[in-house]
């Protein structure tokens, strides 16, 4: 984790140690570890929760097979909000993926099983997200306003109210 929080050096600055020059070359260093530890420690949740980081930073790396295969493994893990976190990055990369069947698939089972780290209204929020690209508008009002209803004083009823405010 400390790798993948590492900072990123400022255009012309020297070279320091932990200090990446980019994105990329931070992904990859991290990616690696994860790997690493996700291979020796898979059955114990900081496996899993490093499957989930794996697959966190192939995506991060545009390696969609490999992030999909950690992402999947992550997915099944016994801790319901790392499982939930896992299935709403794999619904993700689903949809930029063109596969938006899966990713539906995948939003609709989050917000019937929600947890606490994903809410049923983050994941209706990123199926609305979903609609709105594939110009499926009605779908896409239609959860919005499901959503701030829901969480009238909470964060993703204001981001609700204002999609369907930018969205008229």
């Given at each position: 984790?400390?790798?993948?929080?590492?900072?990123?050096?400022?255009?012309?600055?020297?070279?320091?140690?932990?200090?990446?020059?980019?994105?990329?070359?931070?992904?990859?260093?991290?990616?690696?570890?994860?790997?690493?530890?996700?291979?020796?420690?898979?059955?114990?949740?900081?496996g899993a929760k490093?499957?989930?980081?794996?697959?966190?930073?192939?995506?991060?790396?545009?390696?969609?097979?490999?992030?999909?295969?950690?992402?999947?493994?992550?997915?099944?893990?016994?801790?319901?909000?790392?499982?939930?976190?896992?299935?709403l990055a794999l619904?993700?990369?689903?949809?930029?993926?063109?596969?938006?069947?899966?990713?539906?698939?995948?939003?609709?089972?989050?917000?019937?099983?929600?947890?606490?780290t994903v809410p049923?209204?983050?994941?209706?929020?990123?199926?609305?997200?979903?609609?709105?690209?594939?110009?499926?508008?009605?779908?896409?009002?239609?959860?919005?306003?499901?959503?701030?209803?829901?969480?009238?004083?909470?964060?993703?009823?204001?981001?609700?109210?204002?999609?369907?405010?930018?969205?008229?």
């Open positions: 984790m400390d790798t993948y929080a590492a900072p990123l050096a400022q255009p012309g600055a020297p070279a320091e140690q932990g200090v990446y020059t980019s994105v990329s070359d931070r992904s990859r260093a991290a990616n690696q570890q994860f790997v690493a530890v996700a291979k020796q420690y898979g059955w114990l949740s900081e490093a499957h989930y980081f794996a697959g966190v930073t192939y995506e991060d790396l545009d390696q969609n097979g490999p992030a999909e295969s950690e992402l999947k493994i992550a997915a099944k893990s016994w801790d319901r909000n790392l499982s939930n976190l896992a299935k619904a993700g990369l689903y949809h930029q993926s063109d596969r938006d069947a899966q990713a539906i698939d995948l939003y609709n089972a989050l917000a019937a099983k929600p947890s606490d049923a209204t983050v994941a209706q929020l990123d199926l609305a997200e979903l609609y709105a690209a594939s110009g499926k508008q009605d779908q896409a009002r239609a959860l919005w306003a499901k959503v701030k209803d829901a969480d009238k004083d909470g964060a993703a009823g204001s981001i609700a109210a204002q999609k369907l405010g930018s969205n008229q």
